[in-house]
């Protein structure tokens, strides 16, 4: 970082200067941090007791039982959702107007309402309309949901990563006679796939943190365990904290691979690194 | 459409707390955002290790869970804020849009530090654009680094970070409704209710909500693009 152009490279002054103001920094944060500690242990949350019974085998089966659930959630949804993300891509980049305005209409709506909305929708009606088991519907719902949001999200990804695929080879492959569909699938979309890797993966992490809204029509996932825990182990802070805990790392660990992925990606081939920002910018944050 | 022409004060009171609760929620994550993006670009490692350890537990972690933590956390840390402004205007009934109460307040702190980590990710990224002749230009002059930010590097980048920021702030305002969650009665709790008590109108009320909510996204990026344009070098 002593390469950032806000700052000159510091010269021993600067660097006391610096060094107090980081003490500074390091003794507020701190502070706050043991405010918390310390008013979170005289409230009994550090007990043997509490650590104790977050410890027993059942819990750690029934937080088993919730990671499988989230997982299964988040597997089937980032599936599905690609497929239709692809499905509605092809249909955004269509030369006829009957298709694509539809279609495009459609992408907006999904990108516009919370996606808990949806999930809410989608469970009240199988409740409503079908007999299927609660935990199927909720099942059924989280995925629907997530695969009608993120296939949403990822078709404007796949949109802008085969508009980032140099117009030359689109003409090369006209020149040497392909159809339209040939050259989307045989020349547009291996290319695009590679610049897209990156935006898919980070999509991932976007999923298995929103599989937790299945809490809210109580889809036994991760975090509706966590609450099921709390109420047996009667702690519920301790509890929610070691499932942030939980959701942490399996993030971090998809996050983790995405940032290598994109590190791999951008030292290959001439502007992979521009394309791939491109198409960053095409996911909504937060 | 027996649930809207009966319920309407309800569901336009649902969407006023969602309107308040992102404006609160907002506030909080662009002052804390904005810091913890200084902190980033910082010269001090301390204040960039505090800024990415920050942006990366909290980024990691489902809001819902957040939300959660911080209903159950702040009670035990004593704080427990509750602001009924029904009293100062001499109001005897409870008016629900000027009764923040404490459910409402710590989802809308939960839901700003949430969204804060996404402010700062969009600053720093905006700070890095400026060309690196702007800030090369500033600190041969002489400039210090608070000096280079303050004159030459911000108001540069504010025109850049306006269409993530605008993008950012229309996430949170859908993820308002992830405080049903936690019993905050904004819309998407008065969409719930509705499914119980009319079940045989649940696609029409699903519509209905989604208007509304395609609405408050709207007017956001039309606010949004109107910044955008005024900013715009010409």
Redesign the interface.
């Known amino acids: ?1 002593a390469a ?5 490279e ?1 010269g021993p002054q ?1 660097r006391r200067r ?1 060094q107090l ?3 500074g ?2 003794v507020v ?1 701190g502070g706050i941090l043991a405010w ?1 500690l310390l ?2 242990k005289a ?1 009994g ?1 550090f007990d043997q007791s509490v650590f104790d019974s977050l410890t027993q085998s059942n819990v750690w089966r029934a937080i088993g039982d919730g990671v499988v659930n989230t997982l299964k959630a988040a597997a089937l949804s980032i599936v599905l959702a690609v497929a239709l993300g692809f499905a509605l891509a092809t249909g955004r980049l269509s030369e006829h107007a009957v298709i694509r305005l539809p279609v495009r209409g459609l992408i907006e ?1 999904f990108r ?7 999930m ?2 989608f469970f ?2 199988l409740a ?1 309309y079908t007999d299927m088991e609660t935990q199927t519907q909720g099942l059924v719902a989280v995925v629907a949901a997530l695969t009608l949001y993120n296939g949403s999200v990822l078709a404007e990804v796949f949109r802008a990563g085969i508009n980032a695929v140099p117009a030359g080879q689109v003409e090369a492959a006209y020149a040497v006679g392909m159809r339209k569909g040939q050259v989307l699938r045989i020349i547009q979309t291996p290319q695009a796939v590679r610049y897209m890797l990156p935006a898919i993966i980070s999509q991932c ?1 976007v999923t298995l ?2 599989t ?2 299945g ?2 029509i109580t889809y036994l996932e991760l ?1 509706r365990q966590g609450k099921i825990i709390a109420e047996y182990v009667q702690n ?2 301790m509890t ?2 070691l ?2 805990i939980i ?2 790392v399996l ?2 660990i998809v ?1 983790a691979i995405a940032t290598w992925l994109e590190k791999r990606l951008a030292t290959r081939g001439h502007d992979a690194a521009e394309a791939i920002a491109e198409i960053e ?1 095409a996911v ?3 | 459409m027996d649930g809207f022409s009966e319920n309407w004060q309800d569901i336009l009171i649902g969407f006023g707390v969602t309107v308040e609760m992102a404006l609160v929620a907002g506030i909080i994550a662009f002052l804390l955002g904005s810091l913890l993006a200084a ?1 980033r ?1 910082s ?6 290790a ?1 800024g990415a350890i920050y942006v ?2 909290v ?7 957040v939300m ?2 911080s209903t ?2 702040l009670p ?3 704080v427990k804020p509750e602001i009924n402004m029904n009293a100062w205007f001499g109001l005897a009934d409870r008016h629900t849009l000027l009764d923040f109460d404490f459910f409402f307040l710590s989802a809308s702190v939960a839901l700003g530090l949430y ?1 804060a980590s ?1 402010v700062c ?2 600053v720093r990224s905006g ?1 890095n654009a400026i060309p ?1 002749g702007q ?2 230009a500033a ?1 041969s002059v002489g400039m ?2 608070t000096q ?2 303050r004159h030459i ?1 911000l108001p540069q980048a504010i025109r850049t970070v306006v269409p ?1 920021l605008t ?2 702030y ?3 305002t ?5 405080a ?2 936690v019993g905050v009665t904004e819309a ?1 709790f008065q ?2 209710k509705l ?2 008590d009319y ?2 109108e ?2 029409l ?2 519509i209905g ?2 208007v509304g ?2 609405i408050l ?2 007017i956001i990026s039309s606010i949004g693009s109107a910044l955008e344009r005024r900013m715009a070098v010409a």
Not at chain 2, 43 to 48: D, F, H, K, T
Not at chain 2, 59 to 65: A, D, E, S
């Open positions: 970082m950032s152009v806000l700052f000159d510091p600067t610096h103001i980081g003490i920094l390091v944060a918390v008013k979170l409230d949350q709506f516009a309402i919370p996606v808990l909305l949806m809410i929708f009240s009606a409503q992490v943190k929103d937790s809204l809490f809210i975090l519920n802070l929610f904290t499932i942030a959701y942490i993030n971090s996050s910018d909504p944050m937060g | 902190l670009v010269p001090i490692p301390a204040g960039r505090i990366q537990l980024r990691n972690t489902p809001l819902l869970l959660l933590i159950f956390a035990i840390l004593g969204t996404f990710e969009a700070i690196l800030a090369e600190r210090t680094f280079t930010l590097v993530p993008s950012i229309i996430a949170m859908k993820n308002t409704s992830v049903v969650g998407t969409m719930k499914n119980n079940s045989n649940i696609v009320n699903f909500f989604a909510y395609m996204v709207a």
